[in-house]
Each structure stands twice: as C-alpha cells, then as structure tokens.
C-alpha cells in the first residue's frame, strides 16, 4: 500500500507562487501515477494535474498556463509548482496515486491512495 504525505500549502497573496510536495512510500514505482487533485471550499473536487511515473503527464486545461506537475525520482517526490495564484485558487489539495492509464489520468476514481491534504489559501 502507497503511503502520500502533501506539504508546502500555506497562505499567500494574489500573484504569489506556491510549490507543493507530494512525498511516495510504500510500494514500487514502475506503473504508478500520482495526480493532484484540488477541492475549494463548497465545491467538487476537480483535477488539477497528473503524470505517469514511467512517463507521460497532463494538467487540466485552465491551469496548464500556471501550473507544472514534475517528480524528483531520487527523493519519490512529486511536486505541484503553482504560479501567478488568484483567491479562486484557494482549496484543499490532495495528491493521490494509483495505476490509471494516460487518458485516465484525470479520473480521480482511478485513484486508490490519497494523502491527507495541505491547504491553500490566497488573498487579494
């Protein structure tokens, strides 16, 4: 069983930048994928970004101009480098892992570990 510790939320302003942390333990990681997922406050829980530990990544559309996903293979990291944040950017974000295929990777029903999140708050 995968084991997912986020870091790096925190409170920020408007414009400022943002790197979350999704720290992997637990298993190997030839077929893994790991995404992020964000869920703002009264809001579904929508995709934010995913990749393939093999390789192959996609952000959702109206963040890819703001938002990278990368991993560090030496520390099993994966991180969320957010950009140019705005208030409508404020939620709770979950990294999550499981075995989806490239196009699936959006769906967080493919996903079978979560970790226990790290907020994110932006001000204007």
């Known amino acids: 069983q995968v084991q997912l510790t986020e870091s790096g939320g925190g409170s920020v302003q408007a414009g400022d930048s943002l790197r979350l942390a999704c720290a992997i333990s637990?298993?190997?990681?030839?077929?893994?994928?790991v995404g992020w997922f964000r869920q703002p406050p009264g809001k579904e829980r929508e995709f934010v970004a995913a990749?393939?530990?093999?390789?192959?990544?996609t952000t959702a559309d109206s963040m890819r101009d703001r938002f990278a996903i990368s991993k560090d293979n030496t520390k099993n990291t994966v991180y969320l480098q957010m950009n140019s944040l705005t208030p409508e950017d404020t939620a709770a974000y979950y990294c999550?892992?499981?075995?989806?295929?490239?196009?699936?990777?959006?769906?967080?029903?493919?996903?079978?570990?979560w970790g226990p999140g790290t907020q994110v708050t932006v001000s204007s």
């Open positions: 999550a892992a499981g075995s989806p295929i490239l196009s699936a990777l959006p769906l967080a029903g493919q996903y079978n570990s």
């Open positions: 990749l393939r530990w093999s390789g192959g990544s």
């Open positions: 637990g298993r190997t990681f030839g077929r893994l994928a």
